[in-house]
């Protein structure tokens, strides 16, 4: 979500005639686009605009800019602590970013972070245009679909930072896929805090009531644009309580919908998942995962796990490492619990200690590191279509991912563009990356 709103306000600054400076020490303005669904990633925050002082030393005009969830969340308060800091602007302001960096150029530090109940995503279209874009056209793109989020779970600070959940309009997004399409792009992430969910809280077509029109057929819609030339389709996130029969079918029925999905569970035990609020089952959960193999057997699932939530036993973790043995996920995020202000779970008292929680992620992870190399050398042997990408600095092609969004790194550099889709054979299995040869 973070990386299509640096994007976006990349493509304002270009529109406004600002360009990309090579160096930090020699750019005039500054934007720290932050997290902070746990507090380490606010920390870094803090400790990097501390580092920015010396910049505004050596370049007094520098404009230093806080923009997304620590924006949100902390408003006037960053300026309070940072008086260097020249713009607060919050997640859902991100529109208004040339003008407020103007007016604060002229009138001094703004915060900028009004939250509305019925904010919709205005209609923005990518731009392509040369020079403007500072991003250039890649053949992998993110497409924001919904905004916020209102399920509350109980740890988490994402309805607080992003506002209540609206649906972007059905139509505004297939055009924003198309012109993506149209100008290369050759796989598309639909992007939402709960993607399910879409079209639930607003009504997103001219010819439909609320809650008719719902992911399923935004899916449908969007694949069409596979006769343009749209290669792969993924999405994220999916919360398990919103997985329709509907949307599981879409892995048979729709030929670019990729055979990997990120279900977070979270937690292993129903005890904690009701504590979480997160509203399904562990049974429910299962249920869902076979569902998913018997619907597309190749299905590669990921998931997100928190340890040391409040009130955690032994047993609880110990049922969560279960559920890691039982579906035995190609990969996974997991964290230790951070509570987070404003929060439900902020106020439990029962909080795990944490060299508990650092040795139960220690035990996870350690497991997880286990079957995913076991997962992945499921895979050697196989010939995998992957979709060619640019190594990380370089111009040279010597990497693709499969569609189960493996990366599988190549011997030799392979003539071809990024976004082309080579057969490819698997020869070797790592924890987090396979080897293969282009046939
Ligand atoms: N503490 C730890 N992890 C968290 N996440 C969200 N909130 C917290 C928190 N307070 C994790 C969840 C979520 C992922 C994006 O971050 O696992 O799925
Ligand atoms: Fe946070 Fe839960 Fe919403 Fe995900 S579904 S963003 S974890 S409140």
Same mark, same amino acid.
């Given at each position: 979500?973070?990386?299509r709103d640096?994007?976006?306000m990349a493509?304002?600054l270009g529109e406004?005639?600002? #360009?990309e400076s090579?160096?930090?020490d020699?750019?005039?303005?500054?934007?720290l686009?932050?997290?902070?669904?746990?507090?380490?990633?606010?920390?870094k925050?803090m400790s990097?605009?501390g580092?920015?002082r010396k910049?505004?030393?050596?370049? /007094?005009?520098?404009q230093?800019?806080v923009?997304?969830? @620590?924006?949100q969340?902390e408003g006037?308060?960053?300026i309070?602590?940072m008086?260097h800091?020249?713009?607060v602007?919050?997640? %859902?302001?991100i529109? $208004? =970013?040339?003008?407020?960096l103007?007016?604060a %150029?002229t009138?001094?530090p703004? @915060?900028?972070?009004s939250?509305?109940?019925?904010?919709q995503i205005?209609r923005f279209?990518?731009n392509?245009n040369? &020079?403007?874009?500072l991003y250039?056209?890649p053949f992998?793109?993110?497409? !924001?679909i919904?905004?916020?989020?209102?399920?509350y779970c109980?740890?988490?600070?994402?309805p607080y930072t992003?506002g209540?959940?609206?649906?972007r309009q059905?139509?505004?997004?297939?055009?924003e896929?198309?012109v993506?399409v149209?100008?290369?792009?050759?796989e598309?992430t639909l992007?939402?805090?709960?993607?399910?969910?879409?079209?639930?809280t607003n009504?997103?077509?001219?010819?439909s009531q609320?809650?008719?029109?719902?992911f399923?057929?935004? *899916?449908h819609?969007?694949?069409?644009?596979a006769?343009?030339g *749209?290669?792969?389709?993924?999405?994220?996130?999916?919360n398990?309580? $919103?997985?329709t $029969?509907?949307?599981i079918a879409c892995?048979?029925e729709?030929?670019?919908?990729c055979s990997?999905?990120h =279900? /977070?569970?979270?937690?292993?035990s129903?005890? #904690?998942?009701?504590?979480?609020n997160?509203k399904y089952?562990?049974?429910?959960?299962?249920a869902l995962?076979?569902?998913?193999?018997?619907v597309c057997?190749?299905i590669a699932?990921t998931?997100d796990?928190i340890?040391?939530f409040?009130?955690e !036993?032994?047993?609880?973790?110990?049922?969560?490492?279960a559920?890691?043995? !039982?579906v035995?996920?190609h990969?996974?995020?997991?964290f230790?619990y951070?509570p987070?202000p404003g929060t439900?779970?902020a106020?439990?008292?029962?909080a @795990?200690p944490e060299?508990i929680?650092s040795?139960?992620?220690?035990?996870?992870q &350690?497991r997880?590191d286990?079957?995913?190399l076991?997962?992945n050398s499921?895979?050697?042997?196989?010939?995998?279509n992957?979709?060619l990408e640019? $190594?990380s600095?370089?111009?040279?092609?010597?990497?693709g991912r499969?569609?189960?969004?493996?990366? @599988?790194h190549l011997? +030799?550099?392979v003539?071809?563009?990024?976004g082309?889709?080579?057969p490819a054979?698997?020869?070797?299995?790592? +924890?987090?990356?396979l080897?293969?040869?282009?046939?």
């Amino acid at each position: 979500m973070n990386e299509r709103d640096s994007e976006i306000m990349a493509q304002l600054l270009g529109e406004a005639g600002y #360009i990309e400076s090579l160096e930090i020490d020699d750019a005039d303005l500054i934007i720290l686009n932050t997290c902070s669904i746990r507090a380490k990633a606010e920390q870094k925050v803090m400790s990097l605009l501390g580092h920015l002082r010396k910049n505004l030393k050596k370049r /007094p005009g520098l404009q230093i800019c806080v923009a997304g969830c @620590v924006a949100q969340q902390e408003g006037y308060d960053i300026i309070r602590k940072m008086p260097h800091v020249t713009l607060v602007i919050g997640t %859902q302001n991100i529109y $208004d =970013l040339v003008f407020a960096l103007k007016h604060a %150029q002229t009138n001094g530090p703004r @915060v900028l972070t009004s939250l509305e109940k019925r904010y919709q995503i205005p209609r923005f279209l990518p731009n392509f245009n040369g &020079k403007k874009a500072l991003y250039p056209a890649p053949f992998r793109k993110f497409l !924001t679909i919904m905004q916020g989020c209102d399920n509350y779970c109980s740890y988490c600070v994402v309805p607080y930072t992003r506002g209540r959940e609206v649906s972007r309009q059905a139509k505004d997004i297939v055009d924003e896929a198309r012109v993506l399409v149209q100008n290369g792009v050759k796989e598309i992430t639909l992007l939402g805090q709960n993607v399910n969910s879409y079209g639930q809280t607003n009504i997103v077509t001219a010819h439909s009531q609320k809650g008719e029109y719902g992911f399923a057929q935004l *899916l449908h819609e969007v694949a069409k644009l596979a006769e343009e030339g *749209l290669q792969r389709l993924r999405f994220t996130t999916s919360n398990p309580k $919103d997985l329709t $029969d509907e949307l599981i079918a879409c892995f048979a029925e729709i030929d670019i919908l990729c055979s990997q999905l990120h =279900l /977070p569970l979270q937690a292993g035990s129903d005890h #904690i998942l009701r504590r979480m609020n997160r509203k399904y089952s562990i049974e429910g959960y299962l249920a869902l995962v076979d569902k998913l193999h018997k619907v597309c057997p190749s299905i590669a699932l990921t998931t997100d796990i928190i340890v040391g939530f409040p009130g955690e !036993t032994d047993e609880d973790f110990e049922a969560t490492m279960a559920i890691l043995n !039982t579906v035995r996920y190609h990969g996974s995020f997991s964290f230790k619990y951070s509570p987070r202000p404003g929060t439900r779970a902020a106020k439990f008292s029962d909080a @795990v200690p944490e060299e508990i929680k650092s040795a139960r992620l220690a035990r996870f992870q &350690k497991r997880q590191d286990e079957i995913s190399l076991e997962r992945n050398s499921e895979y050697i042997g196989t010939v995998q279509n992957i979709m060619l990408e640019p $190594d990380s600095g370089s111009t040279q092609i010597t990497r693709g991912r499969t569609e189960t969004n493996h990366i @599988v790194h190549l011997h +030799q550099a392979v003539k071809g563009a990024a976004g082309e889709i080579l057969p490819a054979k698997i020869v070797h299995a790592g +924890q987090h990356s396979l080897q293969g040869r282009v046939l």
